[in-house]
């Protein structure tokens, strides 16, 4: 198989994430419930996680990483915690379900919501989200990249106009955390959601929030917090206000493994890597007759994703024939982003999605280009 | 019947500042361990840390130095 679903989900991975988490499955007892070493080892790989995230992200400090199973569960608590009915939110037509979906379900209670919308390359008007913003503006809660077209929203900028307006800067990175640089106090970044199992190579089920000193949550999820077990209420301290119950050490000790060797490589290498093998796809892609690539590729400032159609054929059976004939393994159709493709006008055929990882090869995108040459030629 | 002991313990805020405290100590070469919080201090779990009463200047000190959130520091018996 070769795999270009790292948009969706990291198949790659270093074996040291394995065997951290099998290490971790033999030796770890519940975190923070106890002082035997077995609980001990897993509290202290989880709190060694949360001051490597803090370190990856510029957050504050370890105390305000909180973990959950990932960005989805990371979005719903701070957009269930942060608005209330009659404030105002604003987010953008590159936005993914699982920040458009708890917003919808806000905009039902009384929210009141703001779409900012994108052009047909699927970039959004800055000018246009600063000037939606006024009095009763609670945050602009968007994606830090489209996870169709890759290309990434300027989050120094977005950050700049939420401090002019006094809104709060919410960001989803889902598709970034772990390979574009992320500065949360530069970027004025209120609450950063991340997912552990992307880019940041992970397992599935780990994730995050890093929350500014400035910023508090009430809790969403209540339940055990192994301390304070008296009160009636969560204790109201980061990280674990937003953490009841047990927390999914055996995936963190992964993600740690992870966030490890992401440190040993140097992001922007992996980075660099990366996005020379979407470049070679892109370039080997984009003159084939039939054959439409969709975003802005002024700049390779963005993500390593190429999103595609073939003449008028649907998106799904393109990436059927894909596997069929050559092993390839990538994403058709809305890509949980139904805005995104409304803009780009691809709402009826969808795209098929090629995401690259810094494990793919050369080899494997001239490949893929083959493949999609012959697809050009058989169905245009 | 075991002999109960007057020991130094430091209540924090939340388990994640108990491992920082934990953490910074190891990295410094301070004295002490993690113990659950005896039930003279609270009902309601959690960690603390435990060290000689004889540490106690040099542990306030430290606690400031390094930033460290506690809650209280307690003489008693366990």
Not at chain 1, 43 to 60: G, H, K, S, V
Not at chain 1, 96 to 111: D, F, I
Not at chain 1, 286 to 291: C, K, L, Q
Not at chain 1, 341 to 362: P, Y
């Amino acid at each position: 198989m070769i795999y270009f679903d790292q948009a969706a989900t990291s198949f790659h991975r270093p074996p040291q994430v394995a065997d951290a988490v099998r290490d971790a499955l033999l030796t770890f007892g519940n975190a923070s419930r106890s002082t035997h070493p077995a609980s001990m080892a897993s509290a202290r790989m989880i709190y060694e996680t949360r001051q490597l995230l803090a370190e990856l992200f510029c957050a504050p400090g370890p105390e305000r990483v909180s973990f959950t199973s990932g960005a989805t569960e990371s979005l719903n608590l701070v957009i269930g915690s942060l608005l209330e009915p009659n404030d105002h939110v604003i987010t953008t037509a590159l936005d993914h379900n699982s920040v458009l979906r708890p917003l919808y379900r806000k905009e039902k209670e009384g929210v009141e919501l703001t779409v900012i919308p994108a052009d047909r390359d699927g970039r959004i008007s800055y000018q246009e989200l600063e000037g939606c913003m006024r009095a009763g503006t609670k945050a602009l809660i968007c994606t830090h990249a489209s996870n169709v077209t890759g290309n990434l929203l300027d989050i120094e900028r977005l950050g700049e106009i939420c401090r002019r307006h006094d809104v709060i800067f919410v960001l989803d990175a889902s598709q970034t955390a772990g390979i574009v640089p992320i500065d949360m106090s530069a970027c004025n970044i209120g609450a950063l959601c991340f997912t552990g199992h992307k880019s940041l190579m992970g397992p599935q089920g780990t994730g995050g929030i890093c929350l500014a000193e400035w910023l508090s949550l009430k809790p969403v999820k209540v339940g055990g917090s192994g301390f304070a077990s008296e009160q009636k209420e969560q204790p109201p301290v980061m990280p674990e206000v937003l953490e009841a119950g047990t927390l999914n050490g055996h995936g963190i000790a992964g993600l740690h493994a992870a966030l490890r060797w992401i440190q040993e490589q140097g992001t922007e290498n992996l980075r660099r890597r990366e996005l020379s093998l979407a470049q070679r796809f892109y370039e080997g892609i984009a003159g084939i007759p039939g054959v439409r690539v969709y975003g802005d590729f002024t700049s390779w400032d963005r993500c390593a994703v190429v999103s595609f159609t073939v003449g008028d054929c649907d998106s799904g059976a393109v990436s059927t024939m894909l596997w069929e004939e050559a092993e390839i393994a990538c994403r058709s159709g809305m890509h949980c982003a139904y805005p995104m493709h409304q803009a780009l006008g691809t709402e009826s055929q969808g795209t098929v999605r090629f995401s690259f990882s810094h494990f793919n090869t050369e080899e494997e995108v001239d490949r893929a280009v083959c493949a999609v040459k012959k697809l050009g030629e058989d169905l245009v | 019947m075991r002999e109960r002991k007057l020991k130094l313990v430091i209540t924090f805020p939340s388990t994640t500042q108990a491992i920082a405290m934990e953490k910074k100590c190891g990295e410094n070469g301070a004295a002490g361990r993690l113990i659950p919080v005896p039930r003279q201090i609270s009902a309601g779990c959690g960690i603390a840390w435990c060290a000689e009463v004889s540490e106690r200047e040099y542990l306030e000190e430290f606690l400031g130095e390094f930033g460290v959130q506690y809650e209280h520091i307690y003489e008693i018996k366990i």
